[in-house]
């Protein structure tokens, strides 16, 4: 079991950064791949960036390449989305959730652990 906990989240105007933050505990933080989903009201959960066990393969959805960044501190058990160049469409319920099988995981149904979701708002 793996708890994961998101922080970082907040109101931010278009064109501004917000760094992301979610905390792992329980089993070891490196056995699973991480990934960024995120939700608005009505809409389902998709994909936002995901980043394999070492660190070192990562992949983006098309709307936020070149403006977000996934990161993961494996002394720290965390792991981070740097989002810059914010844009109203940004706006949603943040998920972070842990994947224990495959590298890098794109496919929302393949996570097996979610954190609670942290809120972003981008004013514009």
């Known amino acids: 079991q793996v708890q994961l906990v998101e922080s970082g989240g907040g109101l931010v105007q278009a064109g501004g950064s917000l760094r992301l933050s979610c905390a792992a505990s329980?089993?070891?933080?490196?056995?699973?791949?991480m990934g960024w989903f995120r939700q608005t009201p009505g809409k389902e959960r998709e994909f936002v960036a995901s980043?394999?066990?070492?660190?070192?393969?990562?992949a983006y959805a098309d709307g936020v390449k070149g403006r977000f960044t996934i990161s993961r501190d494996s002394a720290k058990n965390t792991v981070q989305l740097q989002m810059n160049s914010l844009r109203p469409e940004d706006t949603a319920v943040y998920y972070c959730a842990a994947a224990t099988y495959g590298s890098i995981v794109r496919v929302e149904r393949a996570f097996d652990y979610w954190g609670q979701g942290t809120q972003v708002t981008v004013s514009s």
């Open positions: 980043i394999s066990r070492s660190g070192i393969n990562t």
């Open positions: 329980g089993r070891t933080f490196s056995n699973y791949a």
